[in-house]
């Protein structure tokens, strides 16, 4: 089993700054690609940043400048850095993380549960 668990969210006024925190942990095999999405009511999941298992990044250009991804050493965490916060940036947060395991090989997509940002004075 593999578990994706997100952290960090929460109220912060607009300027401010955030820290998501996204941890995979079970019968994993391989971490491959991680990435962090947003959504907000009546929209579709949008992808906010990537993270290759090379440590190649990119970001929707709306967050370019602002948010910055990074994984730890052992790539099995990955960070959303979230400075000069703005209001339309408020949205549910989610994680994926692209996995192998030991029974499953396939690679396969698995997805956190969500953390809610709200950005407002």
């Known amino acids: 089993q593999v578990q994706v668990v997100e952290s960090g969210g929460g109220l912060v006024q607009p300027g401010g700054s955030l820290r998501l925190s996204c941890a995979a942990s079970?019968?994993?095999?391989?971490?491959?690609?991680m990435a962090w999405f947003r959504q907000t009511p009546g929209k579709q999941r949008e992808l906010v940043a990537r993270?290759?298992?090379?440590?190649?990044?990119n970001y929707v250009n709306s967050v370019k400048g602002r948010f910055t991804i990074s994984r730890d050493n052992a790539k099995t965490t990955v960070y959303l850095q979230m400075n000069s916060l703005k209001p339309e940036d408020t949205a549910v947060y989610y994680c994926?993380?692209?996995?192998?395991?030991?029974?499953?090989?396939?690679?396969?997509?698995?997805w956190g549960q969500g953390t809610q940002v709200t950005v407002s004075s």
């Open positions: 994926n993380a692209e996995i192998t395991t030991y029974s499953r090989l396939l690679r396969t997509i698995y």
């Open positions: 079970g019968s994993i095999f391989k971490i491959y690609d």
């Open positions: 993270i290759t298992s090379d440590d190649s990044t």
